[in-house]
């Protein structure tokens, strides 16, 4: 299922965001949970923008604390730099004649 990141917008897999929740108490818990959520790419472009324009306020129309963020940023740290992945923009480096192009018709088999 495809979900819409609340800082860059991007539409991207739910497995490859974080999950924010407002629980039906009011409060917020990371990744589990049932109510209202909002979505967030591990990155720390999207983490900083969305701490700066309060996204994810706005998102779960409740407020979010220092607390969230803050674990939001350690486990930005513990996970290291993100490989590309396949929803990436696309490179026009790795394009050009012979990659990734099928075989002429003569070559296939019967």
Excluded: F, K, N
Aim: proline share 8%.
């Amino acid at each position: 299922m495809l979900r819409r990141c609340v800082s860059c917008r991007r539409l991207r897999d739910r497995s490859l965001l974080w999950r924010v929740v407002r629980l039906a108490d009011g409060t917020v818990s990371l990744d589990d949970g049932m109510g209202r959520s909002a979505y967030l790419c591990p990155e720390a472009d999207c983490l900083e923008e969305a701490r700066r324009r309060r996204r994810l306020q706005r998102g779960l129309r409740c407020a979010v604390s220092e607390a969230i963020l803050t674990s939001l940023q350690a486990r930005l740290e513990r996970s290291g730099p993100q490989p590309l992945r396949q929803d990436d923009p696309w490179s026009p480096r790795a394009s050009g004649p012979g990659v990734l192009s099928a075989p002429p018709y003569g070559d296939l088999p019967e």
